[in-house]
């Protein structure tokens, strides 16, 4: 949900990308806007990114994505229709597309995700730069690794797992699992016997059986990124 001047500039911005293929200036988009400053700009546009709609490519000159529609993108951020109550606007389900190998973007980085026993997936609105080359078509979101039951399949305390939005998955994949509404874990995914088992890759660990009822997947496994200090 987004006020009235980033819906607005939301429009904008899919309008001249329709028109040119190129994003606009943050001049343009101040004029457009009637705004007194660059800032005003600056500060929407981080608004967007962090609610992901938008996503900026590093590597190039005014380069802005969308990622993210509002129902009626159809003319200029001029005639948008008015926002529903409270200022707010509402929008369709994310979409992205795939980026040129060489590209860096940035996802949105939600926090740290259990790799032994489930704990909460944080919410906040960081941001994980990642090249295009490791994520395919799709929406994608990062979670830091916490935890070593996944270490045999070569997914370690500390890492980053790049995931994959969806809430379908085939037997055998690695997923991130919403459990019982509250928490999430990283884990293979199984079905057996009408029940939902999540595996770990650490002969340490049980596996983890529910009823299909507590288990939401909230995505598949994409790869992986790692920090050496």
């Known amino acids: 949900m ?5 819906h607005e500039l939301l429009l904008f911005i899919q309008q001249r990308l329709e028109e040119s293929g190129i994003s606009p200036s943050f001049e343009e988009m ?6 007194k400053s660059k800032s005003g700009v600056h500060r929407l546009i981080s608004a967007l990114e962090e ?6 490519l590093p590597n190039r000159a005014r380069a802005l994505e969308i990622i993210r529609q509002p129902d009626d993108v159809t003319g200029t951020a001029k005639s948008a229709p008015e926002p ?3 200022n707010v606007v509402e929008f369709k389900r994310p979409i992205r597309t795939a980026s040129a190998s060489g590209d860096v973007i940035e996802i949105p980085l939600h926090g740290r995700i259990a790799a032994g026993v489930p704990i909460e997936a944080l919410e906040d609105s960081q ?19 916490s935890g070593d039951s996944m270490v045999e399949a070569g997914i370690f305390d500390g890492d980053y797992a790049l995931v994959r939005r969806t809430d379908t ?3 055998g994949e690695i997923v991130v699992a919403l459990v019982r509404g509250e928490e999430a874990t990283l884990k293979y995914l199984r079905r057996i016997n009408g029940m939902v088992q999540l595996d770990p890759a650490n002969s340490a660990y049980e596996p983890q059986i529910y009823d299909p009822s507590e288990v939401q997947v909230q995505g598949r496994l994409a790869g992986l990124l790692r ?3």
Request: charged share 35%.
């Open 2 to 6: 987004l006020t009235r001047k980033q």
């Open 30 to 35: 101040k004029e457009a806007l009637d705004l």
């Open 51 to 56: 609610r992901g709609f938008i996503r900026r």
């Open 84 to 86: 529903k109550a409270d």
């Open 127 to 145: 941001v994980l730069p990642v090249p295009a080359a490791l994520l395919g078509s799709g929406e994608h979101y990062a979670l830091e690794v």
């Open 169 to 171: 998955a085939r037997d």
């Open 227 to 229: 920090r050496y200090h």
